[in-house]
């Protein structure tokens, strides 16, 4: 059963769109929500995070939000390059499920930026 | 600092061989990982280590043992291969349990 539901499967936009990654979960223990970037041939990385205290995270260009009451999260990536276009996953974790504390992950989305 | 690095790059088995992937980080990280990725299936847990001496099991974990006898490393064993383990295979340390994860390059095994 997948924790963490994340759409679209893949997603294409011109250079200067906005894409949207959605994620949607339901353990409502789930109290850090990272997003992580991964470039054809690398693994993973983290790109940026967001706790449940607050709404709205941005750093650079990338925004998550963050809607605690519909138990959702999405990366928005303003002013899209190019540079952009990778697989980006997002994730959720519980802080105090002691050894189940793991990530748990979504099933990715592919973004191509088209120039 | 290299980070994460896992050899081999690319491995490619006949059905019924073994291999070992060897993953080694060298930031002093408790918590180990081993994932695969496929293609529409994301990243899977496959086994991981919550410090020296220790493994435990992840979502996938039947066809594939473990070891980490020493902090830095992590080793991941198939004993008999299996066209269903091609896969591309990566490696990740955090310094605490479910905190940010640092992934190698991974490796891409075929299976034939």
């Known amino acids: 059963q997948q924790q963490v539901k994340q759409s679209p499967q893949s997603l294409i936009v011109q250079k200067g769109g906005i894409p949207i990654i959605n994620c949607a979960y339901e353990n409502t223990a789930f109290d850090y929500f990272p997003w992580y970037q991964q470039f054809p041939g690398k693994g993973p990385a983290l790109l940026i995070a967001?706790?449940?205290d607050v709404s709205e995270k941005k750093e650079g260009r990338f925004t998550i939000s963050f809607n605690k009451s519909a138990k959702q999260f999405s990366l928005h990536i303003m002013d899209s390059q190019p540079g952009d276009s990778a697989t980006y996953f997002c994730a959720a974790k519980a802080s105090n499920a002691g050894n189940n504390r793991k990530l748990i992950w979504g099933l990715g989305t592919s973004l191509a930026v088209n120039p | 600092n290299a980070g994460v690095t896992q050899t081999p790059k690319f491995r490619v088995l006949k059905t019924g061989q073994s291999m070992t992937l060897l993953c080694a980080q060298d930031m002093n990280h408790e918590y180990m990982y081993w994932y695969r990725q496929d293609p529409g299936m994301g990243l899977r847990l496959i086994h991981y280590?919550?410090?020296?001496?220790?493994?435990a099991k992840g979502e996938v974990p039947d066809g594939y043992n473990v070891s980490r006898l020493k902090k830095q490393n992590f080793l991941l064993g198939l004993e008999s291969a299996a066209p269903s383990q091609t896969s591309v295979y990566f490696c990740?340390?955090?310094?605490?349990?479910?905190?940010?994860?640092?992934f190698g390059p991974g490796t891409r095994l075929t299976v034939t």
């Open positions: 967001i706790r449940p």
């Open positions: 280590s919550v410090g020296e001496g220790t493994t």
């Open positions: 990740a340390s955090s310094y605490f349990l479910g905190g940010e994860q640092y």
